[in-house]
T-cell receptor, first 115, second 112 residues
Framework: NAGVTQTPKFQVLKTGQSMTLQCAQD?????MSWYRQDPGMGLRLIHY???????DQGEVPNGYNVSRSTTEDFPLRLLSAAPSQTSVYFC??????????????FGQGTRLTVV | KQEVTQIPAALSVPEGENLVLNCSFT??????LQWFRQDPGKGLTSLLL?????REQTSGRLNASLDKSSGRSTLYIAASQPGDSATYLC???????????FGTGTRLKVLA
């Protein structure tokens, strides 16, 4: 019963490097999303997806790309890492009932440091 | 703009005390209000989900209530234990959207 799985758990990047944060869920949830968590700012929505092939921007999308080719996977790509992207990243999934979110389940997070 | 506020930001109580954590939201079109627990360096664990048609939800020593008219939710923890020490987050989602809006959390410390 894996739930939402994120890899890697920790990552250090140099400025300008690119990487992909992986997120997979095994609950057949339609809705998946990425958040970043910064001290004093709470969790902020980066991108979200309401189903395979459908993605949209959240509150802080700049510098990030997403795609959703399957129901299970929702990777987050950092195109050219910047120190401002140092944060803890969380992936979440939930079941959509009648077009509205139900209970959200979160992964354990990826702690990213950009130097 | 939707906002979710949690007060206090930090709370320290002796073991055994009953306590209330507060969550205020500005959007009256709330659909769900979810409470989470986050341990240091860990992910978010769902505690309770209240739909707008409900007034409260209970799980063990936890009880969460929702008052749409006043824009408030409370999380009541009975007979607190040191193991309850964590950060507690609330998040709302509103009708017609897929987004959760989070508060910044209350950091709880229960002293043995």
């Amino acid at each position: 019963n894996a739930g939402v799985t994120q890899t890697p758990k920790f990552q250090v990047l140099k400025t300008g490097q690119s990487m992909t944060l992986q997120c997979a869920q095994d609950m057949n949830h339609e809705y998946m999303s990425w958040y970043r968590q910064d001290p004093g700012m709470g969790l902020r929505l980066i991108h979200y997806s309401v189903g395979a092939g459908i993605t949209d921007q959240g509150e802080v999308p700049n510098g990030y790309n997403v795609s959703r080719s399957t129901t299970e996977d929702f990777p987050l790509r950092l195109l050219s890492a910047a120190p401002s992207q140092t944060s803890v990243y969380f992936c979440a999934s939930s079941y959509s009932a009648g077009g509205v979110n139900t209970e959200a389940f979160f992964g354990q997070g990826t702690r990213l440091t950009v130097v | 703009k939707q906002e979710v506020t949690q007060i206090p930001a930090a709370l320290s109580v002796p073991e055994g005390e009953n306590l209330v954590l507060n969550c205020s939201f500005t959007d009256s079109a709330i659909y769900n209000l979810q409470w989470f627990r986050q341990d240091p360096g860990k992910g978010l664990t769902s505690l309770l989900l209240i739909q707008s048609s409900q007034r409260e939800q209970t799980s063990g020593r936890l009880n969460a209530s929702l008052d749409k008219s006043s824009g408030r939710s409370t999380l009541y923890i009975a007979a607190s234990q040191p193991g309850d020490s964590a950060t507690y987050l609330c998040a709302e989602t509103t009708s017609g959207t897929y987004k959760y809006i989070f508060g910044t959390g209350t950091r709880l410390k229960v002293l043995a």
